[in-house]
Nanobody, 124 residues
Framework: QVQLVESGGGLVQPGGSLRLSCAAS????????MGWFRQVPGKEREFVAT????????FYADAVRGRFTISRDNAKNTGYLQMNSLKPEDTAVYYC?????????????????WGQGTQVTVSS
């Protein structure tokens, strides 16, 4: 079982930056991929970015490619989402997720563990 805790959300002006962190704890019997998703009230949760265990392969949603960067530090059991050039439409609750296999996926159903989420609000 893996527990995930997100942090780093908050209020930021358009064009600003935030870095989200995802701390993983508990036992994992496999090298897991990590992903970030986001959700706005009344809408479905949507994929943002994912990274495999070794960090050599990443994949992004079109809406964030070129502005967001996903990374991880396995020695610290922590994943990160660096968000630059933020827009009001990036406002959402951001969720960290882990997948028991280290392969890229943008599907919610492929992820086994989820954090509680952290609010990101982009507004002037």
């Amino acid at each position: 079982q893996v527990q995930l805790v997100e942090s780093g959300g908050g209020l930021v002006q358009p064009g600003g930056s935030l870095r989200l962190s995802c701390a993983a704890s508990g036992r994992s019997d496999s090298n897991y991929a990590m992903g970030w998703f986001r959700q706005v009230p009344g809408k479905e949760r949507e994929f943002v970015a994912t990274i495999i265990w070794g960090g050599s392969s990443t994949f992004y949603a079109d809406a964030v490619r070129g502005r967001f960067t996903i990374s991880r530090d396995n020695a610290k059991n922590t994943g990160y989402l660096q968000m630059n050039s933020l827009k009001p439409e990036d406002t959402a609750v951001y969720y960290c997720a882990a997948r028991r296999v280290s392969r890229i996926s943008n599907r919610i159903s492929d992820y086994d563990y989820w954090g509680q989420g952290t609010q990101v609000t982009v507004s002037s």
